[in-house]
């Protein structure tokens, strides 16, 4: 498109081979080429690309690090991908107001390690934590194990950045926790996928960095144990700040054909719980641990140092790169269901017979459905059987999506499944914050 030619503050990328990669995310999801992928460099060049998009009816589509598992970086028919990698600016960390700056195209991983180099911590940890940006993270309203206890990243927003219909960025929230001025529309933008408009930098909260780490596995002799464990535990008193788990299916394929430390995982299922509370080393609190688990904790390990819980954690954060290694076109579905209902769900998942395997967030409810066939399943009865899934965690009081978002890959079922207010809500907001419809088309609604 000519109309790009001139774009002030941009790197311009119009070549089929150079703009391959961008057709895609982690998801299942491939879209058509883009008109051009532009990385902008500064604000000139956001205020130009509002103005041709809206001028010449094309839409941008906004991009970090394409870490994301719904499809909601990937272009649709005629877009232009708005790649923020390139956008400037620097993490800046205040202790006192114990919060952190930083541009969208920081690296979490930088954000984070900021963060603990003031002796501070910034909870939310996606799987992608070391390779996605601090953007996308914003986007998808990411989560990870630590949302157990810290919940997902709108918590941990105080202000965000945003490019608007306008062409300008405009800055919602300030640098505290207190801030109630009428209602909070930065809020709106945490986890909207880009479809109001581009978050281009936030202000985070953080709070001082946890100094104790008890780190358990637990391997379970009969898989069912672990259900009831996440309700039995926070009924207690006791709040893991993660809770994962591997079915006995899963852990099959890393036994059989994962790293040789995964292939000496023991028990029929395994789960790791963690807790970072001062005094969660001590005897007492350990003791009480115990025997809330009772028999359950016949094969209890605790991690004896940092070296120790850096290989367990190891193995949970390779599963998802393993299991895609092995099975190139399997459906990961991250669905929620109550912690109270979670013996329900997978009662209800062998009723509906779906082929899956299932790992993740057991102390929150966020269930990663990863169904490994789907590249060799008929679409009609993979679409079926998604939906089928989809529907069960509905009828138990849970939803969709946990953490990935809606993008492209699950707006179907967001449509089908959710309330038509709840739409026609998000409908109204969409048109008075994009009229024109240049943000993100055609996703979530």
């Known amino acids: 498109m000519d109309a790009l030619a001139g774009l002030p503050e941009a790197t311009l990328l119009r070549d089929p081979a150079s703009m391959e990669p961008f057709l895609r995310d982690e998801s299942h999801v491939r879209g058509p080429h883009p008109l051009a992928v532009v990385r902008p460099h500064g604000p000139r060049a956001l205020r130009e690309l509002v103005r041709l998009a809206k001028a010449e009816g094309f839409g941008l589509v906004p991009r970090g690090a394409g870490t994301g598992k719904a499809g909601g970086c990937v272009p649709t028919e005629r877009t232009v991908v708005v790649d923020f990698s390139a956008w400037p600016g620097d993490i800046r960390v205040s202790p006192q107001d114990l919060c952190l700056h930083a541009p969208a195209s920081a690296p979490l991983r930088d954000v984070k390690a900021a963060a603990e180099s003031q002796g501070l911590f910034y909870p939310p940890d996606p799987n992608s934590w070391e390779s996605c940006s601090l953007g996308g993270t914003l986007a998808t309203n990411a ?111 890393l036994r059989a054909h994962g790293p040789e430390e995964a292939r000496r995982l023991p028990g029929e299922a395994l789960a790791i719980l963690e807790f970072d509370e001062r005094g969660c080393t001590s005897e007492p609190f350990l003791e009480a641990l115990h025997d809330l688990l009772g028999p359950v904790a016949e094969g209890l390990v605790i991690a004896s140092d940092a070296r120790q819980r850096n290989g367990i954690w190891a193995v949970r954060r390779m599963t998802s790169a393993f299991l895609k290694e092995r099975h190139p076109k399997k459906v990961s579905e991250d669905i929620v269901v109550p912690r109270s209902r979670l013996r329900d769900f997978f009662a209800g998942l062998d009723q509906l017979g779906i082929p899956a395997v299932t790992y993740g967030h057991l102390g929150d409810g966020n269930l990663h459905v990863n169904l490994l066939a789907a590249g060799e399943t008929e679409p009609a009865l993979l679409a079926g059987q998604l939906m089928g899934l989809f529907r069960l965690a509905v009828s138990l009081g849970g939803t969709l999506s946990g953490e990935h978002g809606i993008g492209l890959a699950k707006r179907e079922a967001f449509l089908a499944l959710s309330d038509p207010a709840q739409l026609q809500a998000l409908r109204a907001i969409k048109h008075a914050l994009d009229p024109a419809g240049i943000f993100n088309p055609g996703k979530v609604i």
């Not at 207690?236 to 994962?244: D, I, K, R, T, Y």
């Open 143 to 253: 989560g990870g194990p630590n949302a157990c206890k810290y919940g997902m990243t709108r918590h941990w927003v105080l202000s965000v950045e945003a490019l608007l219909e306008d062409g300008e960025i405009h800055t919602f929230g300030i640098s505290s926790v207190k801030a109630n001025a009428g209602p909070a529309l930065g809020q709106l933008l945490i986890g909207s996928e880009g479809i109001f408009g581009f978050i281009v930098g936030a202000t985070l909260r953080l709070m001082p960095l946890p100094r104790e780490y008890a780190t358990l596995l637990l391997p379970v002799k009969h898989w069912e144990d672990l259900l009831d464990l996440p309700g039995r535990l926070c009924g207690a008193g006791f709040l893991p700040s993660a809770f994962e788990f591997f079915d006995p299916a899963v852990l099959a394929e």
